[in-house]
């Protein structure tokens, strides 16, 4: 089992749709959890990070982690063609060693 | 907005010659990262950097890697003899704390080993 899975998409939605991203993950020991959003050809961008389990929200993007399951989500809300993006999950158990999931590449079409 | 910039963008280099990839973080953090990503894959942990010295590398941070903070604004990441398989984007990122929560990624550097 990967240490962290994530679909790769591609996803495509119409402007306006509510977006579901997910990520599983095996290791029990991680306790940091983010998003990132990588445009073409650029550096990861920082959306949201969460400690433990709960929820988070952010305007439009609330992220979700259910540690009993080693399930997160990221939903985006009244999703925006300038949200298309890759995005990419990534957990720590605290240390530096930063694991990322391959990232979903999103397209949100007008 | 501050940010993290690194040069240059593209480096073409030949298999076996060094490579020194530079990266200036944001001005008041104190933690510093480098990672990469090879073409299609995820984005891999390298090596984090605090108070002058590694704090943490991975299994991929061998021998023929190393950093350094010349002064008090650049980072660098020197491949000694690069392979084939070094080629990749390489990410600066710099944080305030250092559970790296909060990290800030530079808009990469691509490198071919050809």
């Known amino acids: 089992q990967k240490e962290v899975e994530q679909d790769p998409g591609p996803l495509s939605v119409p402007e306006g749709a509510i977006v579901s991203l997910n990520c599983t993950y095996s290791?029990?020991?991680?306790?940091?959890f983010m998003w990132y959003r990588q445009y073409s050809r650029k550096g990861p961008e920082l959306l949201m990070y969460?400690?433990?389990?709960g929820n988070k929200e952010d305007g439009r993007f609330t992220a979700q982690v259910d540690k009993s399951s080693k399930y997160i989500s990221l939903f985006i809300r009244d999703s925006q063609p300038s949200d298309s993006a890759t995005y990419l999950c990534?957990?720590?158990?605290?240390?530096?060693?930063?694991?990322f999931g391959a990232g979903t590449r999103l397209t949100v079409k007008p | 907005e501050p940010e993290v910039t690194q040069t240059p963008s593209h480096q073409v280099t030949q298999m076996g010659q060094e490579v020194i990839l530079r990266c200036v973080p944001i001005?008041?953090?104190?933690?510093f990262y480098w990672y990469r990503q090879i073409l299609g894959q995820k984005v891999e942990f390298l090596v984090s950097?605090?108070?002058?010295?590694?704090?943490?590398k991975s299994e991929i941070f061998d021998d023929q890697f190393s950093v350094e903070r010349p002064d008090g604004s650049n980072f660098t990441l020197k491949i000694r003899s690069t392979k084939l398989e070094d080629s990749a984007m390489y990410f600066c990122?710099?944080?305030?704390?250092?559970?790296?929560?909060?990290?800030?990624f530079g808009q990469g550097t691509r490198l071919t080993v050809v």
């Open positions: 290791n029990s020991a991680f306790q940091y």
């Open positions: 001005s008041n953090h104190l933690y």
């Open positions: 969460t400690y433990s389990s």
């Open positions: 990122a710099s944080s305030w704390t250092g559970t790296n929560t909060e990290a800030f």
């Open positions: 950097f605090y108070n002058n010295e590694i704090s943490e």
């Open positions: 990534a957990m720590s158990a605290g240390n530096n060693d930063m694991r």
